[in-house]
């Protein structure tokens, strides 16, 4: 699966090293009213302390957080109305 859909499919998208060793991210996007993406939320931090499973506790925050802030702004996530 390319990286692309990966993201699509999960509303989110990770890196765990691959750019600083030692250092895992996420990024989510937001939406405008279009339905396009306008912006993007990311938190990181060291892997030690930072997990990289897609269902870790700061996974489900930032996807959360990206659907709030899209809420807020009167933007519409993708595939909803």
């Keep these: 699966m390319g990286q692309v859909t990966e993201v699509r499919r999960r509303g989110i998208a990770r890196s765990l090293g691959e750019r600083d060793p030692g250092l895992n991210s996420f990024s989510a996007p937001t939406f405008g009213a279009d339905g396009g ?3 993007a939320v990311t938190a990181f ?3 030690v302390n930072f997990p990289g499973a897609w269902d870790s506790g700061a996974a489900k925050a930032l996807r959360d957080c990206a659907a709030e802030l ?3 702004i009167g933007g519409r ?3 909803r109305a």
């Design 37 to 39: 993406v306008n912006l």
């Design 45 to 47: 931090g060291l892997a």
């Design 70 to 72: 899209t809420r807020r």
């Design 77 to 79: 996530l993708r595939g």
